[in-house]
Nanobody
Framework: QVQLVESGGGLVQAGGSLRLSCAASGILFTINNMGWYRQAPGKQREMVAIITSGGIANYDDSVKGRFAISRNGAKDTIYLQMNSLKPEDTAVYYC??????????WGQGTQVTVSS
């Protein structure tokens, strides 16, 4: 089982930047990939960025060129650097991990609000 704790959300003006962090603990060797999802009010949760165990990153088209996902050397923390933020990026951002059996764990979420 994996536990995830996010941090780094907040309020920022359009065009600004934020960096989210997600610390993982538990049975980490079972993790296949980790990533960030977001859910805006009245909308479904959507994938933002994923990084595989091999270090390959994938992004939703809406954030390509503005967001960057990365991880530390111990592979127990991932980050989401968010630049050129837009009001439509406002959402609760969730960290997730998926193990090799397809089981997904979620963090508690962190609010990101971008003002225009």
């Amino acid at each position: 089982q994996v536990q995830l704790v996010e941090s780094g959300g907040g309020l920022v003006q359009a065009g600004g930047s934020l960096r989210l962090s997600c610390a993982a603990s538990g049975i980490l060797f079972t993790i296949n990939n980790m990533g960030w999802y977001r859910q805006a009010p009245g909308k479904q949760r959507e994938m933002v960025a994923i990084i595989t165990s091999g270090g390959i990153a994938n992004y939703d088209d809406s954030v390509k060129g503005r967001f960057a996902i990365s991880r530390n050397g111990a592979k127990d923390t991932i980050y989401l650097q968010m630049n050129s933020l837009k009001p439509e990026d406002t959402a609760v951002y969730y960290c997730s991990s998926r193990d090799f059996n397809g089981r997904t764990s979620w963090g508690q979420g962190t609010q990101v609000t971008v003002s225009s």
